[in-house]
């Protein structure tokens, strides 16, 4: 019987190729990330478990983005000294201050390689999954333990295979793709599986677009998500294809349930407030006035993403009165938008643009809501509350359809833009 992804990933690391779903297994991470926001958490838990050092601390990287920069004087700067104590003080010899979004540096600075294995203190660490890497979140305790043994305990996923066919139509994006696997999957579909992408549509779409599809099924309840690697792997990791060939779809393996999506019958998707998986077909959504956009967030902050909104932005105005917040996911984005035109085309459409961190994606400034705003974002939850107050609202949508929006003050369609006069 031939294995799944998930299961192969974990025989390359442990050697036991007997293992099946529901085991208990021992796995030594490639890597493990902290966020700035759990420091001191796991500073605490490494004094109380005795940990006086790090086991590997080559594998340890320490990123600052959610609380840099500081949004809160009285306990910011508390997580910032915290984490520059845990490098310090357990010699963690990789940092990231400043520099983006935790979950796009991981790919792009190449710390989550295909056939790793990677874990890190935040739950959207599904997203390097994308390239090939089983990735997948753990608490602060945990993250102490595997700093001090090298060691984490896994229970073998069962897996959900996703086939993908046909081609994206134009203004149809992985965003959508995500938005309508998480809807009929429902928040709980994927609970401790592995969501595994395959299928002649996968194969077309980009590493950054497989990078969005994966940090968004966990929105579903999944341990972690992965694609198979090909070409574009390779080349987006400089690496021989021969390398990595072995990740791929065994045709016998046992997966719990398949599901097929044509991607030319998909149209842009929506999800509702207060609920991620409350997703519908955008013509269900279609004039809800909005108060505010936001574009960036590990999820949709690519360059890709940032291409198409300025595309979608340039020689235009957004509505009045409306908010448009565009926040690149990293410098190295940042930097490539601002050579590529895409900020000042974002800045002449009358946006504010802000340092790549996670910003309001995270609820932290700026650009928070207040009591019966309405937000449409290109970020990966909208839960109550989270990008402002409680009785604000968050709707989630693709850079498309959150650009096309910001110049007609309500929720749009992309294909609409012709009727758009701002």
Known sequence: MGHTLVEKLMIKNTGDDS????????????????????????????????FDKVLCPEKAVVVFDHLLPVGNPSNDPLFISKSVELREKYKI????????ISHTLMHEK????????????????????????????????????????????LKVPNAIKIVLEGKLKPHVTAKDIVLKVVGDLKADGGQYKSLEFTGPGAQQLSMQARYTI????????AKCALFEADDKTAEYFDMDLDEIRWIQVDEDAEYESVMTYDLGQLEPQIAKPKGVDDVYDISKAIGTKIDEVFIGSCTNGSIEDMAVAADILKGK?????????????????????????YIETFLKAGATVSHPS????AGFPFGL?????????????????????????????SPAVAAASALAGEIVS????????H
């Not at 010899?93 to 983006?100: A, C, N, P, R």
């Not at 992309?414 to 006069?421: A, I, K, S, V």
């Open 358 to 361: 996670c910003g309001l994606c």
């Open 19 to 50: 293992i099946r779903p529901g085991d208990i297994v021992i796995v030594n991470p490639d890597c493990y990330m902290i966020i700035d926001a759990y420091s001191p958490s796991v500073i605490n838990k490494l004094e109380e478990m005795g």
């Open 317 to 341: 105005t957004i509505s009045p009165y409306l908010k448009l917040v565009v926040i690149p996911a990293s410098n190295k984005v940042f930097k490539e938008s601002i050579e590529l035109g």
């Open 93 to 100: 010899q990789t940092t990231e201050k400043g520099t983006g």
């Open 369 to 397: 809501l207040s009591d019966g705003e309405v937000v449409l974002s290109t970020s990966n939850r909208n839960f109550i509350g989270r990008m402002g107050t409680k009785d604000s609202f968050i709707y989630l949508s």
């Open 214 to 221: 994966c940090n968004m099924a966990l929105e579903a309840g």
């Open 414 to 421: 992309p294909d609409m833009l012709e009727l758009l006069t």
């Open 110 to 153: 190449r710390y989550a390689k295909p056939g790793t294995i990677v874990t890190a203190t935040d739950s959207h660490t599904t997203t390097y999954g994308g390239g090939g890497c089983l990735s997948t979140g753990i608490g602060y305790s945990d993250m102490a333990a595997v700093l001090g043994t090298d060691e984490l305990w």
